[in-house]
C-alpha cells in the first residue's frame, strides 16, 4: 500500500517537473519566434531602405544646404528623420552636427512632399539646413547622412 502512495507522489513529482519543462520550453520557443520576427522585420526595413545625397552647397558664409532623396521604398516619420545622423565638414575632418542646436546643427524641410502628408515617402526630397560656427572657407568638403536603421550616403563638393 505504501509502495502505491509512493508510486503516486513519485509520477505526480514527475508530472509537475515535466510541466515545468514544457513552459520553460514553451517560453523559450515564443522568446525565439518573437526575436526572429523582430529581426525579420528590421532585415525588410533595411532591405528597403535607400537614400541618395543629391547635392550640398554652402548656401551662406555660415550655412550648407544638403537635398536627400529617398530612393528606396521606406516610407520615413518625421520622428525617424531626426534620428538621422548628419556629419559634415573638411573631407579629412567631418564631425557630427546636432539636430535642432544654436550651432553645428541642422534642421530639415521635406521640399517635394507630393502626398502632403508630412512623411518623407518614396521619391520625395528633404532639404537639410546645416548652420556652422565658422565661416565655410575655400576647400573640399563632405556630407555624410545615415539613416535612423543605419543606411547611409557620402557626398564630396568644393567650395
Ligand atoms: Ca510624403
Known sequence: MSSVITEG???IAMVIAASSVAVVFVQNAYQLNYAQSIYLQN???????SIKIVFAINSSDNEVKVWIKNTGRYVFEQGQIKQFNIFFGPVT???P???NGSFDSWVFEI???YDEDGRLDPGETLE?????NYT???GDYLVMANTH????DKFFFSV
Request: charged share 15%; no cysteine.
Open 93 to 95: 575632418a567631418p564631425v
Open 111 to 113: 521640399v517635394n512632399d
Open 43 to 49: 532585415t525588410k526595413d533595411i532591405s528597403i531602405t
Open 149 to 152: 536603421n543605419g543606411v547611409d
Open 97 to 99: 552636427m546636432f539636430y
Open 128 to 132: 537639410i539646413t546645416i548652420t556652422l
Open 9 to 11: 507522489i513519485l509520477t
Open 136 to 138: 565655410v572657407l575655400e
